[in-house]
């Protein structure tokens, strides 16, 4: 290798234009987008509908061409079947085979990866149950919930077992407990040092899980970096107390005045996120179910 | 490194072209293929060789097996090319309709071997159909020769001699199964592997599935009439130009000359059919296959999906 390491996404200048047939009207669906990804990152593409995420990682995987400038994978060209050696991806909304069974399916792409048999069985009974799927793994994908094909769909990506996994909405049309799931994993892969994009428009699922975030709109990364710096209220502090009685609370209050050009701005009952709500009723309901039982 | 970890540990080294490759895109292929159920196609041929047999009962024994032969032979072809066009129309538009293709690029497979998958994976289904097709064909028509020479010798107004039953037999079996049947078995095929290339080529650029049909049947027929066009455009007599002869040939490349492997119906009016025609079938095969392949790749390795 001639560097030292190349990154592990390294996008430049890349421009991608739709021509609508049989019309002069033309999409530009990115526009002069450049970023790049260290090798063992997670990177968090965002950006509302249209703004050009999924675009950019077919280009990245060379499922089409850019217009102008480039995309390589680990130093190797986008375009060069070689690139995709190292990468696994998991496409929006993905739909597989359905007359094939769970097992079937990670063969078959575990095939394609290039991999032996006696491989293939070892990855895809790690995998299945990495991806909680090996109660289903006889039954045919026709049959398969949306968010048990995001699933097999996520154990297709790693099957080959990449340092690269791009995965485009992971989270889309998955229930709370399921996308935590995937966010888990996602963390898993970052601990076994793989590099992970993935483009979302939940925020806070992005925020739970990534290192680093680019915000694409209208295909221009209008905003880049880590997310820590990109979020970070520099000149505020937060304070979570349980069982403080009102007089404390009143001390506290006291205290803050003391001090110069300080500022207590809210003082209440933290709220829980809704999804952390649904959660935890969730897990009520089904450990009183354990009980029943 | 230990033991394990070598195992688990998969190699990064990318083969540019990989025959596993390509027979796991078969094979998956195949499989999507039965699973649709087109094998129940079976009992439609059935009924329709089964009802051949039952229907002519008044010819006499020659016109039978002929009939027989012929409604076989006719109805093996016309399946076969179904399936190879409407089979093949299936696969690819399919694949990027349901953004399947995505999950296949995106693994390290070249495009190239993704179209000779799909082909291999269609002309597996088509060989092992025409071979079910051709033993149930085969089955009945050994049935029915047997039955004709008992017929025979039972409405026969004498006591039969040996040397008699053996002359029937030799009359009666020359016309029934006989090996030459094989080749007509194996144009059959031939036909339907270029009718699957051309419908392959086609879904390269066709978006649909039923536009890749319809454009398919279209050079299907086209290929069918185009040696009756050409007898009749150079039966003057007079030497065809230059251009004439470019033309025709360009013709004959676009338009598979399907006329050429029907060879069936010589077959079973009792005709030799050559080797040299049957070596030239494959030839011509081949080059198609090769054809379209090519041009299918150029199409689809600049595809944006
Ligand atoms: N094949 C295509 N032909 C024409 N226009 C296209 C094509 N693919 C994408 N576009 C356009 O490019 C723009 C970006 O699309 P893209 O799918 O990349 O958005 P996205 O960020 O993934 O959106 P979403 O969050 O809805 O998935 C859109 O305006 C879309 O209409
Ligand atoms: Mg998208």
Not at chain 1, 91 to 110: I, M
Not at chain 1, 157 to 184: C, F, M, Q, Y
Not at chain 1, 189 to 208: A, M, P
Not at chain 2, 224 to 231: F, K, P, V, Y
Request: net charge neutral.
């Amino acid at each position: 290798m001639a560097n030292a390491s190349p990154p592990a996404v390294l996008i430049e200048g890349l421009t991608k234009i739709f021509r609508l047939p049989f019309r002069k009207e033309e999409v530009v669906a990115v526009d002069d987008l450049s970023l790049e990804v260290g090798a063992g990152e997670v990177y968090g593409l965002i950006g509302p509908n249209g703004s050009g995420k999924s675009t950019t990682m077919k280009v990245l995987l060379g499922l089409i061409a850019p217009s102008a400038g480039k995309a390589s994978i680990f130093g190797l060209d986008s375009a060069d079947t070689a690139s995709r050696g190292s990468v696994g991806f998991l496409p929006e909304n993905p739909y597989f085979y359905k007359y094939l069974t769970g097992s079937e399916t990670l063969a078959f792409y575990g095939k394609l990866c290039g991999l032996s048999g006696k491989q293939i069985r070892r990855r895809s009974e790690e995998l299945l149950e990495l991806v909680d799927l090996t109660s289903a793994r006889d039954r045919r994908l026709g049959g398969y919930s949306k968010g048990m094909l995001q699933r097999i769909g996520l154990a297709q990506a790693l099957v080959g077992d990449p340092r690269l996994v791009v995965l485009d909405e992971p989270t889309a049309g998955v229930d709370p407990a399921g996308s935590r799931k995937i966010r888990d994993l996602v963390l898993e892969l970052k601990r076994r040092g793989i590099t992970v994009i993935l483009s979302s428009h939940l925020l806070e699922q992005v925020q739970e899980v990534c290192d680093e975030v680019g915000i694409i709109f209208n295909g221009r990364l209008v905003r880049e970096g880590k997310l820590d710096d990109l979020i970070a209220i520099e000149d505020q502090s937060e304070i979570v107390l349980q069982n403080a009685s009102p007089q404390l609370l009143e001390r506290i209050g006291a205290l803050v005045d003391e001090e110069d050009g300080a500022q207590m701005l809210r003082c209440g009952n933290p709220r829980t996120t809704l999804e952390r709500l649904f959660l935890k009723a969730i897990s009520e309901g089904s450990s009183q179910e354990g009980e029943d039982h | 490194m230990n033991q394990e970890a070598q195992d688990t540990a998969i190699s990064r080294r990318h083969k540019v072209f990989s025959a596993l490759r390509i027979w796991a895109i078969a094979r998956n292929t195949f499989t999507q293929l039965v699973r649709m159920k087109v094998f129940y196609f079976m009992l439609i041929f059935s009924a329709l060789i089964i009802g051949a047999n039952l229907l002519f009962l008044s010819f006499t024994f020659e016109q039978e097996l002929k009939i027989l032969k012929d409604v076989s032979f006719g109805a093996m072809s016309l399946f076969a090319s179904i399936f190879a066009i409407v089979g093949t129309a299936l696969l690819i538009p399919k694949d990027i309709e349901d953004r399947t293709l995505y999950t296949i690029l995106t693994k390290p497979v070249p495009r190239i071997e993704y179209l000779l998958g799909k082909l291999m994976g269609i002309l597996l289904l088509l060989a092992v159909s025409i071979l079910l097709m051709s033993l149930l064909f085969f089955t009945v028509l050994y049935i029915r020769q047997h039955g004709i020479l008992t017929e025979k010798i039972a409405s026969f107004p004498r006591q039969v001699s040996d040397a008699q039953i053996a002359l029937f037999r030799e009359d009666i079996f020359s016309r029934g199964l006989q090996p030459e049947l094989l080749l007509g078995v194996l144009a059959v095929f031939l036909k339907a592997a270029v009718a699957a290339a051309v419908a392959l080529f086609v879904s390269t650029f066709a978006s649909s599935t039923l536009f890749t049909i319809i454009v398919s049947l279209v050079v299907y027929f086209i290929g069918h009439a185009q040696s009756l066009a050409l007898d009749y455009y150079f039966a003057e007599g007079e030497m065809p130009s230059a251009a004439q002869r470019f033309f025709a040939g360009l013709i004959g490349v676009v338009f598979p000359n399907f006329q050429l492997f029907n060879v069936t119906d010589g077959l079973t009016a009792g005709e030799v059919v050559s080797a040299s025609l049957m070596a030239r079938l494959v030839g011509l095969t081949a080059f198609y296959l090769t054809i379209y392949s090519l041009v299918s790749w150029l199409i689809f390795a600049k595809k944006e999906l």
